[in-house]
């Protein structure tokens, strides 16, 4: 019992300190990607990956943001894995996508990646991608040494004092925070059902 409620404590606890500034800014960032017609790319791994998934119902049905998360696609996934490693299935389906400046990129992620870690180089390759096209790049992630934190226009940095609950509280605050900003009056042009 005494883990459940110090798992909630911290929670809690972290809760207080997100960045709210922070998510002002990105807000404010998509309503102009909105307003230019722009398109949001999400991505994200493992867990991330099931976030990113949930987050583009979300941009589309409520605030008609045209979102798209690659790992959608399992075929596509799958075959740029087999055929031209696990590296590039990001980049490439950007590429694909003729990814502009109008367009952004929202990385979800617990580490952000790592060169020198060799950790979701697909991520980084993505960064670079959009770098390179002078696209935007947003992030929400668990740690500021990543390469996402430091490579983002936006980064939201969430403050999981336990490095424990890093992962858990990551995946948990990816929700939390998107939720926020989706329902955001001036982001938000339709009801949620309930």
């Known amino acids: 019992m005494d883990f ?22 990105l ?7 909105r307003k230019n017609n722009g398109r949001l790319f999400i991505l994200g791994i493992g867990g991330s990956a099931g976030n990113a998934s949930h987050a583009v119902n979300d941009f589309r049905k409520l605030c008609n943001i045209e979102a798209y998360a690659p790992t959608d696609n399992v075929s596509e996934l799958t075959a740029r894995t087999n055929d031209e490693g696990f590296e590039t299935i990001f980049s490439e389906y950007l590429r694909v996508s003729r990814l502009s400046s109008n367009d952004a990129i929202l990385i979800f992620s617990v580490g952000g990646g790592s060169i020198e870690k060799n950790v979701s180089l697909n991520l980084i390759s993505a960064i670079e991608t959009a770098k390179s096209n002078n696209t935007q ?58």
Not at 27 to 33: A, R
């Open 4 to 25: 459940i409620v110090n798992y909630f404590k911290k929670f809690s606890d972290d809760c207080l300190n997100i960045p709210c500034d922070s998510i002002k800014l």
């Open 27 to 33: 807000i404010n960032s998509l309503i102009k990607l």
């Open 137 to 194: 790049v947003f992030s929400l992630v668990g740690k500021a040494d990543g390469y996402a934190a430091k490579n983002s226009d936006i980064s939201i940095v969430i403050p999981v004092k336990d490095t424990t609950l890093v992962t858990p509280m990551s995946e948990a605050f990816q929700a939390v925070i998107w939720h926020c900003i989706v329902s955001h009056p001036s982001l938000a042009v339709n009801a949620t059902k309930w």
